[in-house]
């Protein structure tokens, strides 16, 4: 299997720590893409993934995978022990909708800030994401302040159980852990009163696939 990433990134790393948990580092080859160049958003590289966003795996029939829940799932079944992704009815629907909120209200918004009111990657990527228009700072100031509201909602998660879906690690975990590494790359960081999810990031970080990613 061959992964199409850029390493070092948050969504990248979500698979990393994937690949980490399944035992399945060394089944995969990486490939770079060059994000600040905006290789992601050329012919070549949209004709593998047609959103033009990393990370995505190639499996050896050649089938491309792209979106990090798809490729979680995928590669958390080959196994046939899914842990990340929920066993049972039950797991499965907490877990699916846990990663869905961590994505809505976490690393959606830390995105649409990062590329809408600053910098983002850069001037060569920056015409792809976010195209000169009135408001764009404003409406991605308003993302932050979403995001933050997420961290919130977290918090409140994590005050009566020990993990983002309940009682075991999973997929909706390594979302928001990652969620968070954007926030701060982003300069948005966990608000004070957030004491139960600092003590998750930390705990979280503590898991040898987060300090060996692949
Ligand atoms: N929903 C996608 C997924 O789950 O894979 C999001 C992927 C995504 O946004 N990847 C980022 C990307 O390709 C990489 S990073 O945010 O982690 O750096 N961004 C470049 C772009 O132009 O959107």
């Known amino acids: 299997m061959k992964v199409f990433d850029i390493p070092g990134f948050p969504n990248p790393l979500r698979i990393r720590i994937v690949l980490a948990e399944k035992g399945l580092a060394s089944s995969v080859e990486f490939i770079k893409v060059d994000l600040p160049a905006a290789e992601h958003k050329q012919p070549a590289f949209l004709e593998i993934n ?3 966003t990393v990370p995505v795996l190639q499996l050896d029939d050649g089938t491309y995978l792209s979106e990090c829940t798809a490729i979680t799932e995928y590669l958390d079944h080959l196994d046939g ?3 990340l992704t929920g066993k049972t009815a039950k ?11 961590a994505e809505s209200e976490l690393s959606d918004p830390v995105g649409f800030y990062f590329h809408h009111a600053t910098p983002g990657l850069g001037a ?3 015409p792809y994401k976010s195209p000169d228009w009135e408001g764009r700072v404003e409406w991605g100031n308003r993302q932050r302040d979403k995001a933050l509201a997420g961290m ?4 409140q998660v994590l ?4 993990y983002i879906a309940g009682e075991q690690f999973s997929m909706a975990d390594i979302t928001v852990f990652a969620g968070l590494i954007f926030a701060g790359f982003a300069s948005i960081q966990i608000p004070e009163n957030c004491t139960a999810l600092a003590a998750w990031q930390a705990k979280v970080q503590e898991r040898p696939s987060v300090k060996n990613p692949a």
């Open 50 to 52: 047609p959103l033009g």
């Open 81 to 83: 022990n899914p842990v």
């Open 91 to 101: 797991e499965r629907g907490v877990i699916h909708m846990m990663q869905k909120r």
């Open 124 to 126: 060569a990527l920056q």
């Open 152 to 155: 919130q909602y977290f918090d």
């Open 159 to 162: 005050r009566t159980q020990p």
